[in-house]
């Protein structure tokens, strides 16, 4: 059998191929035929430049169908799709192009020239450009290709995509996926999501992370449903699709934002049978709000592009809000002490996970590799959490972000979620800066509501009544917003920056 991805999505297409596979905002419809032979006009493309095998396509374009298409054409061809952020500069191009080794890029058309400067600079041989309005030389030079192209065999070993991890603390390293890596999770998610006949997921999340590219494509492409795919997220625009829409999924900072549009309502998600949060912490409050608003509760999942997903909610069963739900079927997941002993449930450690979703190790860095994985083949995710006793997990946060303040462990998100529930807190975010005597000392940057009188020193008054002293902060920050990246994640690291010297 086949082992190849692409293979495994193609036998699930629709019997009816004029049947719509991807509609654009723009009203473009691309039916299953359509996204076959474009697929494998790129295909041929690729397979005709005489790439040595496992060679890396990076990829640093706008969302569109096309850009969908190239991955599908990648992993038909049996090459390595690396897509990258497209807020990155020329100084983390040049870093990733170095260390990946591509022998394609393509960019943006306006990127072109310092792209392609780079990445001649560092021995790729082909730079193409696709633009967001089907525009851009990879389009032009598959369209003469043949619409036919036999996907190639792949050994469910064989690499798929690497995908750099954000690097927020040292340099981004890049996550090998393989072709059952990926088929193993798209697989579990399709049966444990429930994903029916007459599915649309509507799809708002960027094309270069796990979430947009894995999670929900690979859903509806497995599933042979329909993407209404919208360039990026726009609360009004995402209200106007979704009652034609049957799945979402979006990072909290979509959720939050739909709540704050009066627009959104109940009638505005009567079609919808699933929403998706991730990529984040969901905060109880816009959990809560949500439920209260449409009478939907969001299903919470984790997980990370080494993994891509670990646990999920359930979807009959009930869906706790500030967890993550259970580890999903085929998947390992304990909690660790510093001794590597399984923690009892309530006790907070590390999460280590095993299961043919973890990734084959970071791209040239073997070291790197050994140390994050156990002796028994655990991977050490870096977060921490807990289970409760009926076994969900909740995640505390990541160990790099762990506070030791006067030799005493704190967990940024105990505070949070206390301060979180303070009147006239919107949100907050807890770091550690460096200190004299303590080592650390704990510090809260806080967003508050819009009327909210609140002063540093009610709030560390308060926060004496409720928690351990050494866990107090020492001071508090107001700001109007938290710093967050594109997937919605606050970048701790900037805070630490901002407040290091305060
Ligand atoms: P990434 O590789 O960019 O997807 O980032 C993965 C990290 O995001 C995980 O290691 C977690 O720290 C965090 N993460 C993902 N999903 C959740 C979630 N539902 N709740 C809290 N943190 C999450």
């Known amino acids: 059998m086949n082992a190849n991805l692409y293979a495994l999505f193609a036998s699930r297409f629709p019997k009816d191929r004029a049947a719509c596979c991807i509609e654009t905002a723009d009203g473009a419809l691309y039916s299953w035929d359509d996204v076959e032979r474009a697929s494998a006009r790129i295909a041929n493309l690729l397979a005709s430049l005489g790439l040595p095998p496992a060679a890396r396509i990076a990829v640093q374009v706008e969302k569109s169908a096309e850009a969908l ?94 995908l750099y991890t954000s690097g927020t603390t ?85 959720y939050v934002r739909l709540l704050a549009d009066r627009a959104f309502t109940r009638e505005a998600c009567r079609t919808i049978r699933l929403f998706v949060s991730g990529s984040a912490p969901l905060l109880v409050d816009t959990f809560d709000g949500f439920t209260k608003r449409t009478g939907h509760v969001i299903l919470e999942r984790y997980g990370m592009s080494e993994t891509t997903m670990l646990t999920s909610n359930p979807y009959t069963g009930e869906r706790r809000g500030g967890t993550v739900g259970m580890p999903l079927p085929e998947v390992d997941a304990r909690v660790v002490d510093a001794l590597g002993q399984r923690c009892t449930s309530g006790e907070i450690g590390a999460i280590e996970v095993k299961g043919p979703n973890v990734f084959h190790g970071y791209w040239q860095m073997p070291e790197k590799t050994a140390e994050e994985f156990t002796a028994d083949g655990f991977f050490r995710t870096g977060d921490v959490g807990r289970f409760d006793t009926d076994g969900y997990l909740s995640i505390v946060g990541r160990s790099k972000d762990l506070i030791i303040t006067g030799g005493y462990n704190v967990y940024p998100k105990e505070i949070e979620s206390v301060l979180d529930e303070m009147t006239g807190v919107q949100e907050s975010a807890v770091i550690g800066v460096p200190h004299c005597d303590f080592g650390e000392a704990v510090t809260a940057v806080i967003v508050c509501r819009a009327d909210a009188a609140l002063s540093e020193a009610t709030i560390i008054a308060e926060l004496k009544a409720r928690i351990a002293n050494f866990k107090v902060p020492k001071r508090i920050y107001f700001v109007a917003d938290l710093p967050r990246n594109t997937m919605g994640k606050v970048q701790k690291n900037v805070l630490r920056e901002k407040f290091r010297d305060a």
Not at 105 to 125: L, M, R, Y
Request: glycine fraction near 6%; include cysteine; aromatic fraction near 12%.
């Open 69 to 162: 298409i190239l991955y599908l054409a990648t992993i038909r061809a049996g090459y390595v799709y690396l897509p990258l952020n497209t807020a990155y500069r020329a100084a983390e191009i040049d870093y990733f192009i170095d260390n990946a080794a591509p022998s394609v890029v393509v960019c943006a058309p306006e990127n072109f020239g310092w792209t392609s400067q780079i990445a001649f600079k560092h021995g790729t041989a082909h730079v193409f450009t696709l633009g967001e309005a089907r525009n851009g030389s990879l389009l032009a030079r598959a369209t003469p290709q043949s619409d036919h192209f036999e996907t190639v065999q792949s050994q469910p070993d064989d690499l798929a995509a690497i």
């Open 170 to 254: 040292g340099r981004s390293k890049g996550a090998m996926l393989s072709h059952r890596n990926l088929s193993s999770n798209a697989l579990t998610l399709q049966k444990f999501w429930h994903w029916k006949t007459g599915d649309v997921l509507l799809h708002a999340l960027p094309l270069f992370h796990v979430h947009g590219l894995f999670v929900a494509c690979h859903g509806a492409l497995l599933n042979g449903s329909k993407t209404i795919f919208l360039a990026r997220f726009d609360a009004a625009e995402v209200i106007r699709h979704l009652p034609r829409a049957t799945v979402f999924m979006g990072v909290p900072t979509f």
